[in-house]
């Protein structure tokens, strides 16, 4: 069972990483099911108010951004309908349960800083302007459960530095 539950999660990234390059859209089943997955997976470690301080980071983190938008186009916006998708943040509170709060502010700034390179390195193959954040998000998520289950090191709920 618990080979097959991360069969299912590898799939389910592999699945956002294609419909997010290829249409910018992901399914919203997909970021339920790695929610649901590794929360169960995780369940013996899981500290709750590490969801609930995760959550909180990315709500903190929308408000700013929302305002940072407001403020630079002078009139009160949407991110998401103009900057950022609902998929994305779909995406970003699905994958709580796989960190604790310390290693999620980690994937969150270190992942935003895979995708800017990714991006800035494929840019003139796409056509659109959008970034594939769930995507390339999910591609980074794929990369640390491979050096997790690698090396003798839990990147997700252990210390990393």
């Given at each position: 069972?618990?080979?097959?539950?991360?069969?299912?999660?590898?799939?389910?990234?592999?699945?956002?990483?294609?419909?997010?390059?290829?249409?910018?859209?992901?399914?919203?089943?997909?970021?339920?099911?790695?929610?649901?997955?590794?929360?169960?997976?995780?369940?013996?470690?899981?500290?709750?108010?590490?969801?609930?301080?995760?959550?909180?980071?990315l709500v903190i983190n929308f408000i700013v951004i929302t305002v940072?938008?407001?403020?630079?186009?002078?009139?009160?916006?949407?991110?998401f309908k103009h900057y950022i998708g609902i998929g994305d943040l779909?995406?970003?509170?699905?994958?709580?349960?796989?960190?604790?709060?310390?290693?999620?502010?980690?994937?969150?700034?270190?992942?935003?800083?895979?995708?800017?390179?990714?991006?800035?390195?494929?840019?003139?193959?796409?056509?659109?302007?959008?970034?594939?954040?769930?995507?390339?998000?999910?591609?980074?998520?794929?990369?640390?459960?491979?050096?997790?289950?690698?090396?003798?090191?839990?990147?997700?709920?252990?210390?990393?530095?």
């Amino acid at each position: 069972m618990y080979y097959i539950l991360h069969v299912l999660i590898l799939l389910s990234f592999g699945v956002m990483i294609y419909q997010d390059i290829t249409s910018r859209h992901i399914h919203i089943v997909l970021p339920i099911l790695i929610f649901g997955i590794s929360f169960y997976l995780n369940m013996d470690v899981i500290d709750y108010l590490d969801i609930i301080k995760s959550t909180s980071f990315l709500v903190i983190n929308f408000i700013v951004i929302t305002v940072y938008f407001t403020i630079k186009k002078t009139k009160l916006l949407n991110p998401f309908k103009h900057y950022i998708g609902i998929g994305d943040l779909l995406f970003l509170i699905g994958v709580t349960p796989m960190f604790s709060f310390r290693n999620y502010v980690l994937f969150f700034i270190t992942g935003m800083l895979f995708t800017l390179i990714i991006y800035a390195i494929f840019k003139k193959k796409y056509k659109q302007d959008t970034i594939p954040l769930a995507g390339y998000l999910s591609i980074f998520a794929l990369i640390l459960i491979v050096v997790d289950f690698s090396f003798p090191i839990n990147l997700f709920y252990g210390f990393i530095f």
